[in-house]
């Protein structure tokens, strides 16, 4: 046996003892539910099609936990107007058992036989599940001086600007620095344990900002972007050269290298493999055959040998 049930404006085929990922049902793990918008129910001989539920059909389950699903990136970047923005969604579901499957009494000969196991499973997830004591415990003991342990230390003149990360604005920073995170690499080595840290002792931080907002991944990016410098050198928009001489660099182009700190053909000309790799993340249109194909470094030496 096997019904169409319509759950949050979705349809599910669901079958008894098997387990469906529905969207995010009110209650904890081990909690009874019972779905009544039952479209289709079908039997071993006899199909029940609903105009438009099926008559006191109902499906009956239980909430075994609740996950998030994959992240879901969203770029989103105006062109020559020095605006980008990366974050991240995880949408959240309810992974349900679902225990019996009929109508009137079927059902609740279901659920007679489902709630002699119910207790038993109730407790079984309670166990599985830490709860938010046990949580807390983990953090109770975790000081600022832990924090660094794990982050890492930096002092106050290798500062970046964290507020070049989303959800990052001049109040966090400032609480940031005062518990001695100051730099990119710091942040990128947050764990959750550390990032419970945050959540606790930063008002306005919760650990669901931190993550939808991929504190992390930005960090990475922007710390990618400073050892980028360290290996092909700084230079200011006073020693600028017309990057749009290399072949396949346009001035949108430009002033996305431009915005990165690259000006001119000698920090080009140093370009590895792992910063051409970094480059074809960060610049949106720019890929790393673009940049071999085109062959951007040797171009770069053969303008700087030109200008000598």
Excluded: C
Aim: proline fraction near 2%; glycine fraction near 8%.
């Amino acid at each position: 046996m096997y019904a169409i049930v319509d759950i949050a404006g979705k349809q599910f085929k669901v079958e008894k003892d098997k387990f469906i990922f529905a969207p995010s049902l009110a209650g904890d793990a081990g909690d009874a539910v019972e779905f009544d918008k039952v479209l289709l129910l079908a039997g071993d001989d006899k199909i029940d099609l609903g105009a438009p539920t099926v008559k006191d059909a109902k499906v009956s389950g239980i909430i075994l936990e609740h996950v998030k699903g994959d992240k879901v990136l969203v770029f989103k970047k105006k062109r020559r107007k020095g605006y980008r923005k990366k974050t991240g969604h995880r949408q959240g579901f309810s992974k349900v058992l679902i225990e019996s499957i009929g109508i009137g009494d079927a059902v609740a000969l279901g659920k007679s036989k489902a709630t002699e196991t119910k207790a038993a499973k109730k407790e079984q997830v309670a166990e599985e599940k830490p709860s938010k004591e046990t949580t807390s415990a983990k953090t109770s003991d975790y000081q600022a001086k832990d924090l660094l342990k794990s982050l890492g230390t930096a002092k106050e003149s290798e500062k970046d600007d964290l507020k070049k990360i989303n959800g990052i604005g001049p109040v966090f920073e400032k609480d940031l620095n005062e518990l001695g995170i100051y730099t990119f690499e710091q942040i990128s080595n947050l764990t959750d344990v550390d990032i419970t840290f945050l959540a606790d002792h930063i008002n306005g931080v919760s650990e669901d900002l931190i993550r939808n907002e991929d504190w992390v991944g930005q960090a990475k990016n922007e710390s990618g972007a400073i050892d980028l410098l360290k290996n092909l050198g700084t230079a200011d928009e006073g020693e600028k050269d017309d990057l749009k001489k290399i072949n396949g660099i346009g001035p949108v182009f430009e002033k996305d290298l431009n915005e990165l700190g690259i000006y001119t053909f000698k920090q080009i000309s140093k370009l590895t493999k792992s910063d051409i790799a970094f480059l074809a993340y960060r610049i949106n249109g720019v890929s790393e055959d673009l940049i071999n194909n085109e062959d951007w470094v040797t171009q770069a030496k053969q303008l700087l040998k030109e200008d000598k």
